[in-house]
């Protein structure tokens, strides 16, 4: 199979007259995990559920390993594992029916223990569906989205409402996926979970990607992508400052210099050496990297949609 497990290509669909995915092109690999960050009707949960072959596209093209999964809905339900936000599951059900009914699908599904033991479902269940909690109804989904041993697998916000110790199993989950060779595609809105997980990430607004590449290459995009955070001893004469500026764009906050802009190295020897020439002691000093966060903030703005 090509390395390229998912393929989009000039992907469309409006609910009626508007326009809710917009020419979207993307690929996701196998072996590495794909972000998809969006606001809220952004169009991300279309996108995955036209990826997926519930919806049909009004325009464009989806490939899941060169299968159409409209078309060949059967072949490709073998291929992909899917994770949805609202489960899909029976309610009436037992976590561990619901995974052996599952596993009776598949050709090759893995055993239900394998799953059901690392995620902690038998603690529940005796239960049925319905009486889960929202984490305990996510890790049911995780499992049932991996247990026909997918080569593609399309995560909608696996981790929410899940606490600190569930979160983590779940990052390992998908770290261990993209280890052995599978194709995430993972959407989410915790921007840090996103930076940590992703080997490349697409933002999408309004229907369309307005950016993608590594999380390091979208926080080293912007120019001010950087900043050097000076501390002092005590407060900086005017000369100091003035000489800072100088040396590069600088902004000051008591004993707390800040020099914008990805100052260079020769511009941070020079700060330091005007701080030594001045009598000053530097208490301590930090290079802040922006973070994906304000990266996507520049790119979508912070108001409520």
């Keep these: 199979m090509s390395s390229s497990a998912l393929t989009i290509r000039g992907l469309q669909y409006s609910y009626g007259a508007h ?61 992909a594992g899917v994770m949805l936000q609202d489960g899909g599951l029976p309610m009436s059900s037992k976590p561990l029916q619901v995974l052996r009914h599952l596993a009776s699908l598949y050709r090759d599904p893995l055993p239900v223990d394998e799953l059901a033991g690392p995620l902690g479902l038998h603690d529940f269940a005796g239960r049925t569906m319905r009486r889960l909690s929202g984490g305990q ?21 696996p981790c929410a409402g899940l606490d600190p110790q569930a979160r983590e199993v779940v990052h ?10 599978v194709a995430v595609v993972l959407t989410t809105h915790d921007l840090a979970e996103a930076e940590d997980l992703s080997d490349e990430v697409v933002v999408i607004d309004r229907g369309r990607i307005i950016a993608q590449g590594a999380p390091e290459e979208l926080r080293n995009a912007s120019a001010d992508s950087r900043s050097l955070s000076i501390r002092l001893d005590r407060p900086a004469s005017a000369q100091l400052l003035s000489r800072m500026n100088d040396i590069a764009p600088t902004s000051v906050q008591g004993t707390h210099i800040v020099i914008e802009s990805a100052p260079s190295s020769a511009q941070i020897a020079a700060a330091c050496s005007a701080v030594s020439e001045a009598g000053l002691e530097i208490t301590e000093m930090d290079m802040h990297a922006q973070s994906l966060a304000e990266v996507f903030f520049d790119l979508t703005g912070r108001p409520l949609r």
Excluded: M
């Design 19 to 79: 326009r809710v995915v917009d020419g979207i092109d993307l690929t996701a690999n196998s072996g590495a995990v794909l972000g998809v960050l969006g606001p809220n009707g952004a169009g991300k949960s279309t996108t995955i559920s036209l990826a997926v072959g519930t919806r049909r596209p009004d325009a464009g093209t989806v490939e899941i390993f060169g299968h159409d999964p409209v078309r060949e809905h059967v072949t490709t339900s073998q291929l």
């Design 137 to 157: 109804k996510q890790r049911v989904a995780l499992a049932a989205a991996l247990i026909g041993r997918p080569r593609l697998v399309f995560l909608d916000e």
């Design 172 to 181: 390992t989950f998908i770290r261990r996926l993209a280890d052995r060779g």
